[in-house]
């Protein structure tokens, strides 16, 4: 199987890539653990070529259109970030990568940057852009829920804004970590003590660290259970940031991008504040930004 | 050198004992790292022998009052709560636990609950219990910083009701552990951004899971000092417990109990809202509150 292109998602923890036929069409699917988190910067070929080698042809080179973690200080080769209010980096914007296998042709699409207040993202912009490739129309707010959620206002094809909520990381660390690991379940769900958590989140933000060791303590006093106190855990979490994330969300249309396990949670809040919301796929846009920031690479270097 | 009696804070990761002589005089203090964390029910003794077995007469039980985590279910010996308002437990409220060392008398004192908001504490009741016995007309808030940060009313020589704060807790895994880590330092302080970040954790409280990223980003793109950043973390953290802390410190005196790098800040912050606050020793209060409780257990005894 010989590819036309190659598509690549390179996060902190994961390498994912598809193998493009020229019309567009999805060749193969492919991921590995070389994750930017554990590479220094000339181990990132090797484990391109680990992944996708046999899909080279000899006597040609195949271009490689990267997003994510692998353009930053630390990964491959930094590719600077761009700052909004912009349209979505596209394969133009892509900064080259030089290589030592003469089969590679890498272009590292870059991330952005907001000043005031200031904000980054890497990977998530090209979600956005396939979601704007999909929905050229589109005047609202995406928000990518995730280990850093991302809200972005997204007008005339452009990111206006965005703000970053570090929810998924202290929800991991509190359920993981803290005190709460022996009252927290890894799996299970409530959802009406979801519901009222959100409510609580929304109403009572400072009192959260308090609210938190409740649940420690109706563990030990009530039993409470480990299923109920992890849906109140997110709740109280996610709670806070749909009340911090209101000017983004009041009175305008959201997408949620995400996996259901994570998109799910933010839906159904949002929701209770009566705000319409559609749900799309991650890797679906993942994908998507990547082929429409391709058209640009492939205009560009013709 | 033989001892009275024995004052021991038995914590979830250390042991501190004093050596306590008839009239009340501190004859020694030791410590070890045999914290109730690593300790099975049948490993106490043998960790408290170890710490004091020269200091024990023959043919002689000496009493050993034992505050804090040693009194846990996960303990050496479960002392059942005791639920608020109440006086702080005192010696005749101990739990007498059996020992193989004919030479110990050991008594654990029980730590507080709250029914609504749900509510423990293992330990903090006792320095609680030394402030009352060196301040008996005290009525006002007692706040004792730490990894669980305590605010109680006490009233009348009784607490009336607390509140625990994680905020020390989620101080160390974001600084530690998030990615935040990168952008904060371990020690170091800047006093003018800690003061900005309590106005603005006490401000906008729902958006700090973003105001913490922020500091992430502007480590990134502005070369946020790491010290600065500290202090950020610290101050938005603290801001939000005293905005949610009102209640108890609005109207009130606060005495705070604890070490200089922990109370500091807490001081700081409070005085900054211009609330009469007054500093006392931590471990001293511990002593008191063993003293003041061990003069219960000598004359119900008697």
């Given at each position: ?193 979801f519901?009222?958590a959100i ?35 997110s709740g109280l ?66």
């Amino acid at each position: 199987m010989t590819a036309d292109w190659i598509a690549a998602d390179w996060g902190t923890s994961h390498l994912r890539v598809w193998l493009m036929a020229a019309d567009g069409a999805v060749l193969d699917r492919r991921s590995s653990a070389d994750g930017m988190g554990k590479l220094a910067p000339d181990e990132f070929e090797p484990a391109l070529l680990r992944l996708v080698g046999d899909a080279l042809p000899d006597g040609r080179r195949i271009p490689v259109l990267i997003c994510g973690m692998a353009g930053s200080k630390q990964g491959w080769s930094e590719a600077p970030y761009m700052a909004v209010p912009c349209a979505a980096p596209n394969g133009g914007d892509a900064l080259a990568v030089a290589t030592t296998d003469p089969r590679l042709d890498v272009h590292i699409l870059p991330g952005l940057k907001q000043t005031r207040p200031a904000d980054v993202m890497r990977g998530e912009e090209t979600q956005i852009a396939g979601f704007i490739a999909l929905n050229p129309g589109f005047d609202g707010v995406v928000c990518l829920p995730g280990t850093h959620c991302k809200w972005a206002h997204v007008s005339a094809r452009e990111i206006v804004s965005f703000r970053t909520f570090m929810t998924g990381e202290l929800f991991a660390l509190i359920a993981g970590q803290s005190v709460l690991r022996h009252s927290v379940a890894i799996c299970g769900w409530d959802d009406d003590a979801f519901a009222s958590a959100i409510e609580e989140g929304i109403s009572r933000p400072a009192a959260v660290a308090a609210t938190l060791f409740s649940l420690r303590a109706e563990s030990l006093l009530d039993d409470l259970s480990p299923e109920t106190a992890r849906a109140r855990l997110s709740g109280l979490l996610i709670g806070m940031e749909i009340g911090a994330a209101k000017p983004y969300w009041l009175g305008r249309e959201v997408a949620i991008i995400g996996d259901d396990a994570l998109a799910g949670p933010y839906r159904q809040a949002l929701v209770a504040q009566a705000v319409p919301v559609t749900l799309t796929d991650a890797e679906r846009m993942t994908l998507e930004g990547l082929r429409a920031a391709y058209r640009h690479l492939k205009e560009t270097s013709q």
